[in-house]
């Protein structure tokens, strides 16, 4: 087959742009298998990210906080006839006396106190020496006709401390408010400021003696610091348990009150509730 001269001019120019397109690819080969080799360029400046540390636990909110650890001690209701006299003193009849004349032998009466009243140093009652001393170490006492004395302090009567009658069934505390058998608490009050809730863990599912609604319950552990005293003193608390029997009824372990020595007591703000005169576990607390 013959070619005229412009097929030739043809053939020539694309042979030469092959020829042209192989040595690019000749000069591209190297150069992409360098960059195929080369990994992406790190920068070793670069400081790698700190440890994630996880932050230190945090108290719990709902929880009480730890005021130390208390001994606890107990008061009461004294009554006046829970208290015995001293028997009184027996004259000896005389057998030196001639034969037929009569002698009897004296019997001393009991010897008698007056309590007062601090204002205008009113007379309250007469009791014996044994039951005005039971009444100023308790506090609070009641009297064979029913009424009921709290401890005044000083006074310029002549006889000392001075009583005031309460129209309370168990007496008033400190604070002004009425005694509650299990949930009153006396305090220093240089330790714990009258009006503070309290939670007792020791007490918490021990069976209160006595009857509802003062006893006779399982308590919770919550109380109120009402009332002050002046044998309180520091980390103590004085548990208000309305009658003497109770008292002895508490003593649970191998017969004493051991138990209540040195055991923890918390803020109970956060736990405990106080509506009215009643003090109670807040519901759904720990």
């Keep these: 087959m013959k070619y005229g001269p412009q097929s030739s001019s043809i053939l020539s ?3 030469r742009l092959v020829a042209r397109i192989v040595r690019g690819i000749k000069d591209l080969a190297p150069a992409a298998l360098v960059l195929g080799c080369q990994g992406p360029k790190v920068d070793k400046t670069e400081k790698a990210p700190a440890a994630v ?9 709902d929880e009480p906080k730890p005021l130390g650890n208390f001994d606890i001690t107990f008061y009461y209701v004294v009554g006046e006839d829970d208290v015995k006299p001293k028997l009184p003193a027996v004259a000896v009849a005389n057998d030196n006396a001639p034969a037929g004349e009569a002698s009897l032998a ?3 009466p009991s010897e008698r106190v007056t309590l007062y009243e601090p204002k205008a140093c009113t007379p309250i009652a007469d ?20 009424r009921v004395l709290n401890i005044w302090g000083a006074c310029g009567c002549p006889n000392k401390p001075c009583f005031k009658v309460t129209p309370n069934q168990w007496g008033t505390g400190g604070s002004g ?12 009050r240089k330790v714990v400021k009258l009006g503070t809730l309290l939670y ?12 509802a609604p003062y006893g006779g319950y399982v308590h919770d552990g919550c109380v109120v610091a009402n009332d002050t005293g002046g044998g309180i003193d520091g980390h103590q608390l004085d548990l208000f348990v309305g009658r003497k029997a109770y008292y002895a009824a508490m003593s649970w372990r191998g017969g004493s009150h051991s138990w209540a020595r040195h055991v923890p007591v918390f803020d109970g703000s956060k736990i405990c509730q106080r509506k009215g005169r009643q003090v109670s576990r807040k519901s759904g607390s720990i």
């Design 13 to 15: 120019y694309l042979a």
């Design 53 to 61: 540390v996880a932050p230190a636990p945090q108290p719990k909110d």
């Design 106 to 108: 004296a019997i001393a």
């Design 127 to 146: 009791v014996t020496p044994e039951f005005e001393s039971q009444l100023i170490l308790q506090g609070t006492g009641k009297l064979r006709d029913g």
């Design 177 to 188: 408010k009425p005694l509650e058998p299990f949930r009153t608490v006396a305090v220093d």
């Design 200 to 211: 007792i863990p020791v007490l918490e599912g021990q069976t209160m003696p006595g009857r």
